[in-house]
């Protein structure tokens, strides 16, 4: 079984930052595709970034772009996801997302974060 374990988030400022982790608990960490979704409140959740390790590549969602980025330490088996420039709309639940090599995804419980203007 597969555990996702999301922590960081919390209260920012608008223009500051906010680190979040998602610990992942998997014995083949290294195939996954991990994500960043998050769901704002009263609407649906969307896409973040994402990063394959097996391709050394990383995507975004055209609001982020620029301003967060996703980053993963294998050894730690921990998925980053660093925040810069924190704006008001930044402000939602945001959730760790695996998808294994058999395309079986996995969803961590979700952090709060919540930016002030």
């Known amino acids: 079984q597969v555990h996702l374990v999301e922590s960081g988030g919390g209260l920012g400022q608008a223009g500051g930052s906010l680190r979040l982790s998602c610990a992942v608990s998997?014995?083949?960490?290294?195939?996954?595709?991990m994500a960043w979704f998050r769901q704002p409140p009263g609407k649906e959740r969307e896409f973040v970034a994402g990063i394959r390790w097996s391709a050394g590549r990383t995507d975004y969602a055209d609001s982020v772009k620029g301003r967060f980025t996703i980053s993963g330490d294998n050894a730690k088996k921990t998925v980053y996801l660093q925040m810069n420039s924190l704006k008001p709309e930044d402000t939602a639940v945001y959730y760790c997302?695996?998808?294994?090599?058999?395309?079986?995804?996995?969803w961590g419980q979700g952090t709060q974060v919540t930016v002030s203007s």
């Open positions: 998997a014995p083949t960490f290294s195939t996954y595709t």
């Open positions: 997302h695996a998808r294994t090599y058999s395309s079986i995804e996995y």
